[in-house]
């Protein structure tokens, strides 16, 4: 991790605004989902991207019941025998 070159404070609310240059390089426009992390004393801020319910992979994820699901574990899925 290494600085950005920015120093702002917090406001009444907890708000923190994000320098225009830092939204443009990492793509974050108005409305977009950002997810906290923390480690250790860090909090780490990060573009939102649902994970599979089932093993937590972020490629080819699609939503099913208020769900996420990749589609490899929706290919296994078809093939659960199915007990009648
Ligand atoms: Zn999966």
Redesign the pocket.
């Known amino acids: 991790m290494k600085p950005a070159g920015v120093v702002r404070k917090v406001d009444q609310l907890g708000r923190i605004v994000l320098p225009k240059s830092l939204r443009k390089r990492y793509q974050m426009n108005e409305g977009d989902p950002v997810e906290i992390l923390v480690q250790g004393d860090h909090i780490i801020l990060e573009r939102y991207r649902p994970k ?6 972020m490629d080819a ?1 699609s939503e099913f019941k208020e769900r996420h ?2 589609a ?3 290919t296994e899925m078809n093939h659960i025998p199915r007990h009648a």
């Not at 599979?52 to 992979?57: H, T």
């Open positions: 599979c319910v089932f093993c937590g992979s994820v699901i990749c490899q574990c929706m």
